[in-house]
T-cell receptor
Framework: GQNIDQPTEMTATEGAIVQINCTYQTSGFNGLFWYQQHAGEAPTFLSYNVLDGLEEKGRFSSFLSRSKGYSYLLLKELQMKDSASYLCAVTRGGSYIPTFGRGTSLIVHP | KAGVTQTPRYLIKTRGQQVTLSCSPISGHRSVSWYQQTPGQGLQFLFEYFSETQRNKGNFPGRFSGRQFSNSRSEMNVSTLELGDSALYLC????????????FGQGTRLTVV
């Protein structure tokens, strides 16, 4: 199977840090995407991790452990505009077809 | 540069009809992939076209088809529409393919009644 698991919903306070986890089955793994999708809008690319470790991009960081089938997206200094759905997607095999998780709805409150 | 453009934005069709959706990728991008997004199933891959050839296909019935033109614009067609085809259809373009950053269009919201 290609189950990708991420929490359905998370809430956090403005200015805080939140970590959104994503676990997946490791067979045939190529890489892992994180996308942000605001309600009624298109997904926008945040990161693509292929190698183990942490990649930082401004307030957002993404971590990958290939052997554990685990990734997280770390959002720092949360802002109200960060309220959105965060999608984890895994690519496998030679086709690189992405399989998406169901998304984590993040609610940032004052 | 201009983003990915999908037309139309909204569409209402009747069961049994067919529909064609259009996607214009970012200039220079040769890969166009299509996805269906529903509350129940999330985002699911339909197919990918690269340089006018279907390179990958997801697990959807043959009623779902697509094509890509020489200018990289792509269309997807759904025949014999069913109520369950109601969804947001998204296309994404990238320069090399699905293992690189993809840029999504705003989507076409299809409602089948």
């Amino acid at each position: 199977g290609q189950n990708i698991d991420q929490p359905t919903e998370m809430t956090a306070t403005e200015g805080a840090i939140v970590q959104i986890n994503c676990t997946y089955q490791t067979s045939g793994f190529n890489g892992l995407f994180w996308y942000q999708q605001h309600a009624g809008e298109a997904p926008t690319f945040l990161s693509y991790n292929v190698l183990d470790g942490l990649e930082e991009k401004g307030r957002f960081s993404s971590f990958l452990s290939r052997s554990k089938g685990y990734s997280y997206l770390l959002l720092k200094e949360l802002q109200m505009k960060d309220s959105a759905s965060y999608l984890c997607a895994v690519t496998r095999g030679g086709s690189y077809i992405p399989t998406f998780g169901r998304g984590t709805s993040l609610i940032v409150h004052p | 540069k201009a983003g990915v453009t999908q037309t139309p934005r909204y569409l209402i069709k009747t069961r049994g009809q067919q529909v064609t959706l259009s996607c214009s990728p970012i200039s220079g991008h040769r890969s166009v992939s299509w996805y269906q997004q529903t509350p129940g199933q999330g985002l699911q891959f339909l197919f990918e076209y690269f340089s006018e050839t279907q390179r990958n296909k997801g697990n959807f019935p043959g009623r779902f088809s697509g094509r890509q033109f020489s200018n990289s614009r792509s269309e997807m067609n759904v025949s014999t529409l069913e109520l369950g085809d109601s969804a947001l259809y998204l296309c994404a373009s990238s320069y090399r393919g699905m293992n690189t950053e993809a840029f999504f269009g705003q989507g076409t919201r299809l409602t089948v009644v």
